[in-house]
């Protein structure tokens, strides 16, 4: 059977809960559309995140590499076009606070995703969940992994379908953060799930 390696983010900054970790821990060991999900938290740290997610790919050895990120403050499912060669941004969990530095210095400076993105993106829509692409995945640690993870597969020649998707906040951070728009976990589970359905 072939494998999906999902990985999601531990809290940061001022949310105190990440639906990713959420989602991420419910479909671990399920199949869907064919793949066996294996399901992995990454931490939220520069100088630890990549290295996790790559070795996560290394152990694996999936046939594609879904990693969810929360965007606090956006109101669609936004699967991400491209990751850029860059860190920067507030501080991390570990108090790191990089300012345009390199991600990998004789890496390109920028990736595409191999996911279907467009595909993910229709399909969601015609489920009436709101989504879109989204061409910037930021300078934060949703970029860093998504560059890394595509940067590993590309050096090293693999056969492996990789990108990174966004998701809003779920309604029981919102009730935390008191400024954030929302979904149900429900809801967001589901265009997880429906992003899973459109790799082939």
Known sequence: MKKLLLTGFEPFL?????PTMKIVEELDGQTINGYKIVGKILTVEFNQ???QLVHHIQEIEPDAVISLGLAGGRYKITPERIAINCNDGDADNSGRVPRDE?????????????????KMVDQLTEQELPADISNTA??????NVMYQALFY????NLNTQAG???IPASHEL?????RIPSWSHRDLLQGVRTCIESIE
């Open 174 to 178: 919102a009730i935390k953060h008191k």
């Open 49 to 51: 995140s990549g290295e």
């Open 164 to 166: 990174f998707i966004h």
């Open 153 to 156: 597969i590309q050096s090293h």
């Open 102 to 118: 390199w991600i990998e210095k004789d890496g390109p400076d920028a990736i595409f995703s191999t996911l279907p993105i467009r």
């Open 14 to 18: 001022d949310f105190p809960v990440n």
């Open 138 to 143: 930021g300078t934060y640690l949703c970029n």
